[in-house]
């Protein structure tokens, strides 16, 4: 079955990076354009960088143009965020999806928190 699985989130300071990544399984992921999506409780979630099958980037979110960069290996059928210069605003709960047909499938999620 279709398997996402982040990892690679934790506790940092202002001003630190993480990198993120997500292990995907089950269907054919060199077919599909990747997005990370964040939540905080309460809120829905936001899209923040999108990468096509080819590994053309396709967005960032405004709130992490600069900052964040979102990259695949499609050998490996991963793809990966890159995270730097954390805020406290970017604490959240990081996810990645397929979209199109398999936008309702969804990993556990790695939380991120940045505070001092």
């Known amino acids: 079955q279709v398997q996402l699985v982040e990892s690679g989130g934790g506790s940092v300071q202002p001003g630190g990076s993480l990198r993120l990544s997500c292990a995907a399984s089950?269907?054919?992921?060199?077919?599909?354009?990747m997005s990370w999506y964040r939540q905080t409780p309460g809120k829905e979630r936001d899209v923040v960088a999108s990468?096509?099958?080819?590994?053309?980037?396709?967005n960032y979110a405004e709130s992490v143009e600069g900052r964040f960069t979102i990259s695949r290996d499609n050998a490996k059928n991963m793809v990966y965020l890159e995270m730097n210069s954390l805020k406290p605003s970017d604490t959240a709960v990081y996810y990645c999806?397929?979209?199109?047909?398999?936008?309702?499938?969804w990993g556990q999620g790695t939380p991120v928190t940045v505070s001092s």
């Open positions: 089950g269907f054919t992921f060199s077919r599909y354009t």
């Open positions: 990468i096509t099958s080819r590994g053309v980037i396709l």
């Open positions: 999806n397929p979209g199109r047909d398999l936008w309702n499938v």
